[in-house]
C-alpha cells in the first residue's frame, strides 16, 4: 500500500532555534499532504494544509509565522518550527491522499519535537 | 464535517470480540466513516472505511444501520497487541482533511 514517511523520527532543539520536518510520499503523488500536532494522551490537532506550489492554509489558532510549511514537489512537504520555544515540544504528524484511485488518507509515522 | 462521540475507554480481554461504537448525528450523504488505529507515537493506521450497512476485511468488521447515524467497529478475538486509541471519523475525504475526535482507548488484559 502507499507510504507516507517522515524525517527525522525524533530531534531535539535549543529555546530559539528552527527545526525542520520532512513528509514524504514514497510511491504515490500527493498534491495536498497536513500535517498534524499531537499531545500526549490528547488527539490529533490539525495544524495546516500543505497545498504543492501554493501557500499552505492554516487552521484557526495556528501562528503560520511560526510553522512554516513548503510543498515544493508532489512527493514532499516540510514542516519548520522556527524560534522554537520548550512549548513547541510534540509529536508531529503528516498525511496525504493518493491523487486518484483511492479515497483513504496516509498517516507518516510521526516526528517528536523536543525543545530544550 | 460531522462531529463524532466515541467512549473515552474500553477494557477487553485476550480473545474477546470488542464492538467500539461511534455517534455521528450530522452525517452528510457523501460522508464516508472510516477507522483508524492509533499505537503510542506512532502516526494513525486506516483499519476500515464505509458508507452503509456492512463491511469487512481481514482485521475488523464495521456495521452501519440504515440512518447512519452510528457505526459500529467489531474486532474478532483481540489480542494483546490491539491496545491502541481507535479513531472514528467522518467526511467526504474527497481533499482528505480529517478532523480527529477524543478517540476510544482499548486495554486489552491477557
Known amino acids: 500500500g502507499a507510504v507516507v514517511s517522515q524525517h527525522p523520527s525524533r530531534v531535539i532543539c535549543k529555546s530559539g532555534t528552527s527545526v525542520k520536518i520532512e513528509c514524504r510520499s514514497l510511491?504515490?503523488?500527493?498534491?495536498?499532504m497536513f500535517w498534524y500536532r499531537q499531545f500526549p494522551k490528547q488527539s490529533l490537532m490539525l495544524m495546516a494544509t500543505?497545498?504543492?506550489?501554493?501557500?499552505?492554509?492554516?487552521e484557526q489558532g495556528v501562528e503560520k509565522d511560526k510553522f512554516l510549511i513548503n510543498h515544493a514537489s508532489l512527493t514532499l512537504s516540510t514542516l519548520t518550527v522556527t524560534s522554537a520555544h520548550p512549548e513547541d515540544s510534540s509529536f508531529y504528524i503528516c498525511?496525504?491522499?493518493?491523487?486518484?484511485?483511492?479515497?483513504?488518507?496516509?498517516f507518516g509515522e510521526g516526528s517528536w519535537l523536543t525543545v530544550v | 464535517l460531522a462531529k463524532t462521540t466515541q467512549p473515552i475507554s474500553m477494557d477487553s480481554y485476550e480473545g474477546q470480540e470488542v464492538n467500539i461504537t461511534c455517534s455521528h448525528n450530522n452525517i452528510a450523504t457523501n460522508d464516508y466513516i472510516t477507522w483508524y488505529q492509533q499505537f503510542p507515537s506512532q502516526g494513525p493506521r486506516f483499519i476500515i472505511q464505509?458508507?452503509?450497512t456492512k463491511v469487512t476485511n481481514e482485521v475488523a468488521s464495521l456495521f452501519i444501520p440504515a440512518d447512519r447515524k452510528s457505526s459500529t467497529l467489531s474486532l474478532p478475538r483481540v489480542s494483546l497487541s490491539d491496545t491502541a486509541v481507535y479513531y472514528c471519523?467522518?467526511?467526504?475525504?474527497?481533499?482528505?482533511?480529517?478532523?480527529f475526535g477524543q478517540g476510544t482507548e482499548l486495554s486489552v488484559k491477557p
Open positions: 510511491d504515490f503523488q500527493a498534491t495536498t
Open positions: 500543505s497545498n504543492e506550489g501554493s501557500k499552505a492554509t492554516y
Open positions: 471519523l467522518v467526511g467526504t475525504q474527497e481533499g482528505g482533511k480529517l478532523i
Open positions: 464505509g458508507y452503509k
Open positions: 498525511s496525504a491522499k493518493q491523487g486518484s484511485g483511492g479515497n483513504t488518507i496516509y
